[in-house]
């Protein structure tokens, strides 16, 4: 990287003043008509809006009313979340991914399993959590989240402090926020940013309990890839504290 480069986003940080920088895949190869004609038709119908003034409705934005509302950050291929959408129907999934394939991938399982609980916010989650009100989420995942493993490149990771404060306000009492990897560097800075933080409880007390995956896991594409390189993932699941202070 140039020295101009490296300073400019050294200066631009986490948030800049056009809101976060994106530093991953927007796109890969060209997609093929069918993916294409979901992304130019059913998109638009799923896609969450950000609003001009003041916080989302969030259970307006599904047709059914919804017991709950659950968001996963970076669903890549989406087999995760919509396998979650088809064990829970009744709560209400929003999926934020800015990789365009990996929207249109999703958009394919949708169509495929008539899910109507699952909304698209196709950027990164970053730029809809100002919008979202406190409180409002009962469970959070990001699963594999690129682990930028340089040094250079440690502050473009999504767990970071200023993350954390913001999952502290989007989670309610008793939610949970799931997360999952195979880069060991980045599990330990994960789990040095997050333990850190009062209001959050990591509820593992043995090996068992981060090794294992929870009962109703669902295997991800990349993690799938990471077990068949022989890769032995990491499966943090913390519970967002009462805001009365009770647990
Ligand atoms: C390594 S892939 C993993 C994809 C999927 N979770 C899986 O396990 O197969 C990481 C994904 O997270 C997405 N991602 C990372 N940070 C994000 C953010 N702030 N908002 C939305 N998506 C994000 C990237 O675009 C990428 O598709």
């Not at 400019?8 to 940080?13: A, L, M, S």
């Not at 993690?223 to 499966?235: D, Q, R, S």
Request: charged share 30%; proline share 6%.
């Amino acid at each position: 990287m140039s020295a101009a480069k490296n300073k400019t986003e050294k200066n631009r940080g986490v948030s800049g003043r056009d809101g976060p920088q994106w530093y991953g895949r927007r796109r890969g190869h060209k997609l093929r008509p069918n993916r294409q004609a979901l992304i130019d038709t059913l998109l638009p119908e799923l896609r969450v809006e950000l609003p001009e003034t003041g916080k989302l409705d969030l259970r307006s934005l599904f047709p059914e009313p919804v017991r709950d509302v659950w968001l996963e950050v970076g669903f890549g291929g989406g087999e995760h979340l919509a396998a979650q959408a088809l064990a829970y129907p009744e709560i209400g999934f929003i999926g934020c991914e800015p990789f365009i394939n990996g929207t249109a991938n999703l958009l394919s399982l949708i169509d495929r399993d008539g899910l109507t609980n699952v909304r698209l916010f196709d950027d990164d989650a970053r730029k809809l959590f100002p919008v979202l009100p406190d409180a409002s989420l009962g469970r959070l995942y990001a699963l594999y989240t690129d682990p930028w493993p340089k040094t250079r490149h440690h502050r473009r990771r999504f767990i970071c402090g200023e993350t954390v404060d913001v999952l502290v306000r989007l989670l309610k009492d008793g939610a949970e926020l799931r997360l999952a990897h195979d880069h060991m560097g980045y599990v330990g800075w994960m789990l040095e940013h997050l333990t850190r933080c009062e209001d959050l409880q990591w509820r593992a007390r043995s090996k068992q309990d981060w090794t294992a995956p929870p009962t109703d896991w669902v295997e991800t594409r990349y993690e799938k890839k990471a077990k068949e390189k022989g890769l032995k993932p990491a499966y943090l699941c913390f519970v967002r504290g009462s805001r009365n202070g009770n647990e």
